[in-house]
């Protein structure tokens, strides 16, 4: 099969340019003829804001590149990932004009928030869900705490609301989880358009001993992640150790907080490298996700459960759909210290109970979230549109 997959590089990279990369690389491994399209917002900064506002909307400097493209590749489908903001939906008519079917992967939750995000303030907010042009995301400023840039943001997904673009001009969605797809759903997006497909890890990095007798957090040290909520819970847990691995804009306040309560079983590892970073995961009696926002398809739990390792979750968006209370993990109430530190006991106080959950983790690994698993998935999407496979129901 010939593909053209299109993407937009944000200025700052990020979890959808890893699954854009594993995906082409994965389809290319299987044979396939693998055609890419890329733009990156860094091309932004180089050209007046007037223009800018213009083409985040409707590119048409995007659509004669995506033109000439087609005509040399002349692809069975076309599957874009990101289009904002170089790209632009406006792309989405091109491919249309070449009678090509057409995929497209949400990522994150911009297509009902202007800051993707679903979240403001320290917590959870849909203000914006359900209205037609999203003022109070305007009004708080949520894309980069600017109201221009939001409203440039909001005019972008009201114009093509108003067009119809996403629910007339995509044959297929790939959303990450079922609680997405209910979020979609909320938007007006075609439920019978929309696809479940999780990420995957490329390599299995196998099982690990789980020797190392510590809980392990990994991700950015930043507000949505839940981390001072985590290093808050370890005054009442003096008896587990608690590694992190990760930097972000609360590294400082963190390092303060563990040195004022002298937290001396909390170790701040900063960034690490991947081989680092999982050679912790194989070694930790559990992973914490403490997360407060709804995340998309978190891939620090996918590793964890690929390591057989237990995941203590926050009961909060899409963690509630991955991780099976008793079974693969864990939950506690998000944001409460008192109930994190409730569940790290309980874990603590049943290793029996825990190495189960971790073999279970595995297995709803092997499941899931390998690469052959969804390259199955992935292939099962083109050829519904392409009909040279069953049709998806």
Request: charge should be neutral.
């Given at each position: 099969?010939r593909?053209l997959?299109?993407?937009?590089?944000?200025?700052?990279?990020g979890?959808?340019?890893?699954?854009f990369?594993?995906e082409?690389?994965l389809?290319?491994?299987?044979?396939?003829?693998?055609?890419v399209?890329?733009?990156?917002?860094d091309?932004?900064a180089?050209i007046?804001?007037?223009?800018?506002?213009?083409?985040?909307?409707?590119s048409?400097?995007?659509?004669r590149?995506?033109?000439a493209k087609?005509?040399?590749?002349?692809?069975?489908?076309v599957?874009f990932?990101n289009?904002?903001?170089?790209?632009?939906?406006?792309?989405?008519?091109?491919v249309k004009?070449?009678?090509?079917?057409?995929?497209?992967t949400?990522?994150?939750?911009?297509?009902?928030?202007?800051?993707?995000?679903?979240?403001?303030?320290?917590?959870?907010?849909?203000?914006c869900?359900?209205?037609?042009?999203?003022?109070?995301?305007?009004?708080h400023?949520?894309?980069?705490?600017?109201?221009?840039?939001?409203?440039?943001?909001?005019?972008?997904?009201t114009?093509?609301?108003?067009?119809r673009t996403w629910?007339n001009?995509?044959d297929?969605?790939v959303?990450l989880?079922?609680?997405a797809?209910?979020?979609?759903?909320e938007?007006g997006?075609?439920?019978?358009?929309?696809?479940?497909?999780p990420?995957?890890?490329?390599?299995?990095?196998?099982?690990?001993?789980?020797?190392?007798?510590y809980?392990?957090?990994?991700?950015?040290?930043?507000?949505?992640?839940?981390?001072?909520?985590?290093?808050?819970?370890?005054?009442?847990?003096?008896?587990i150790p608690?590694?992190?691995v990760?930097?972000?804009?609360?590294?400082?306040?963190?390092?303060?907080?563990?040195?004022?309560?002298?937290l001396?079983?909390v170790?701040?590892?900063?960034r690490?490298?991947?081989?680092?970073?999982l050679?912790?995961?194989?070694?930790?009696?559990?992973?914490?996700?403490?997360?407060?926002?709804?995340?998309?398809?978190?891939m620090?739990?996918v590793?964890?459960?690929?390591?057989?390792?237990?995941?203590?979750?926050s009961?909060?968006?899409?963690?509630?759909e991955?991780?099976?209370?008793g079974?693969?993990g864990?939950?506690?109430?998000?944001?409460?210290?008192?109930?994190?530190?409730?569940?790290?006991?309980q874990?603590?106080?049943?290793?029996?109970a825990?190495?189960?959950?971790?073999?279970?983790a595995r297995?709803?690994?092997?499941a899931r979230f390998t690469?052959?698993?969804?390259?199955?998935q992935?292939?099962?999407?083109?050829?519904?549109?392409?009909g040279s496979?069953q049709?998806?129901?």
């Amino acid at each position: 099969m010939r593909l053209l997959l299109v993407h937009n590089y944000y200025q700052q990279p990020g979890g959808e340019d890893v699954v854009f990369a594993s995906e082409r690389d994965l389809l290319a491994k299987m044979g396939h003829d693998v055609h890419v399209l890329t733009a990156h917002n860094d091309s932004v900064a180089e050209i007046p804001r007037s223009r800018a506002f213009v083409e985040s909307i409707w590119s048409r400097s995007f659509q004669r590149i995506l033109d000439a493209k087609i005509a040399e590749v002349r692809p069975d489908v076309v599957h874009f990932h990101n289009t904002f903001m170089v790209i632009s939906p406006a792309a989405f008519y091109t491919v249309k004009k070449w009678r090509i079917p057409l995929v497209q992967t949400l990522h994150n939750y911009r297509l009902a928030c202007p800051a993707a995000t679903f979240f403001r303030d320290g917590q959870i907010c849909e203000a914006c869900l359900g209205h037609f042009v999203p003022l109070p995301g305007i009004r708080h400023g949520c894309y980069r705490e600017s109201k221009v840039t939001t409203a440039t943001v909001a005019a972008m997904m009201t114009v093509h609301r108003a067009m119809r673009t996403w629910s007339n001009q995509v044959d297929r969605f790939v959303v990450l989880t079922e609680f997405a797809r209910q979020k979609f759903m909320e938007t007006g997006l075609p439920d019978e358009k929309m696809v479940v497909k999780p990420n995957f890890l490329v390599e299995d990095p196998d099982v690990g001993a789980r020797s190392g007798g510590y809980a392990l957090f990994v991700g950015r040290l930043s507000e949505e992640k839940g981390v001072r909520t985590l290093v808050e819970s370890w005054s009442a847990l003096p008896h587990i150790p608690l590694k992190i691995v990760g930097d972000g804009p609360l590294m400082p306040e963190l390092r303060a907080l563990v040195e004022s309560r002298s937290l001396t079983n909390v170790e701040l590892l900063g960034r690490r490298s991947r081989e680092d970073t999982l050679a912790f995961m194989k070694d930790a009696y559990c992973l914490v996700f403490p997360s407060e926002w709804y995340e998309g398809l978190p891939m620090t739990i996918v590793e964890a459960f690929a390591c057989g390792v237990p995941v203590i979750a926050s009961n909060v968006g899409a963690m509630r759909e991955l991780v099976a209370e008793g079974h693969t993990g864990l939950f506690f109430t998000a944001g409460d210290t008192f109930s994190l530190a409730t569940t790290l006991q309980q874990a603590w106080s049943q290793p029996d109970a825990m190495s189960r959950i971790g073999q279970n983790a595995r297995q709803e690994f092997l499941a899931r979230f390998t690469a052959e698993r969804n390259y199955e998935q992935l292939l099962a999407v083109y050829q519904s549109l392409t009909g040279s496979g069953q049709p998806i129901g």
